[in-house]
């Protein structure tokens, strides 16, 4: 009944598809080049990017930007010693078929991750689970053919959408990520969906506190692959 309150509404669920974001300019590439005193191009190249890829949840809906999931994660991972720079690409309202339509437009960014956080409006609208797991598979296919670290969100659903339905949609995230071979956060709102403190009015969407939970949930999955990713990255001496 918890999970209830929260997610009747998750995500802003405007019925219509949303725009575009309007910050493209945050996804301009990840290589610049800088002019040197004696006239010559030097290339620099930029901090790996981290992609929070979802509705609402990402864009952090109801807090200020900074307190947002994907700005304290980018403050989490500093404090942890890493570089990356976590760009937040949330969308309210947004489904797995806006996400699919804005993919060419995440992948400008060239992120070495994403966070793939999509599907509850989906659910709630009681989309067909078919269509929702094609349109995930096709964006996580397309991820990976960029070489993208795929990270995938797992969600739940009111019960009252029938038991088949329910369990079907969080089923669905585990087929996938099992499918693709990618990691799989089990539940994107771990410790905070149903708990009063640690949500907003409508209880809908988290508070900064909640948001603080949330990224903590999300640094304990991703925190093993960084590591991986900077060991392997690390020259190796004879």
Not at 23 to 50: C, F, H, W
């Amino acid at each position: 009944m918890g999970i209830l309150l929260l997610l009747s509404g998750v995500g802003g669920c405007d019925p219509k598809d949303p725009a575009l974001p309007t910050t493209e300019t945050q996804l301009a590439g990840n290589v610049a080049s800088s002019r040197i005193s004696n006239g010559a191009d030097r290339v620099v190249t930029k901090p790996a990017r981290i992609v929070a890829f979802g509705n609402s949840l990402t864009a952090g809906l109801g807090v200020p930007p900074d307190q947002s999931y994907p700005a304290q994660l980018q403050r989490r991972l500093r404090e942890a010693g890493y570089r990356h720079e976590v760009i937040n690409a949330g969308v309210s309202g947004d489904t797995t078929t806006g996400g699919l339509r804005r993919l060419d437009w995440i992948l400008k960014s060239r992120p070495s991750m994403v966070i793939l956080e999509l599907g509850a409006n989906d659910g709630l609208r009681g989309q067909p689970l078919s269509l929702m797991a094609s349109n995930l598979a096709k964006i996580i296919d397309r991820l990976q053919q960029a070489g993208v670290e795929v990270v995938l969100a797992g969600m739940q659903i009111p019960p009252n959408y029938g038991l088949d339905y329910t369990t079907g949609f969080a089923s669905l995230f585990e087929q996938l990520a099992r499918d693709h071979s990618v990691t799989l956060i089990p539940f994107f709102l771990e410790g905070v969906a149903a708990r009063k403190e640690l949500n907003q009015a409508d209880g809908i969407h988290p508070t900064a506190e909640g948001y603080r939970i949330v990224a903590q949930t999300v640094l304990d999955v991703i925190d093993p692959l960084l590591k991986k990713d900077r060991l392997l990255s690390q020259p190796k001496h004879r």
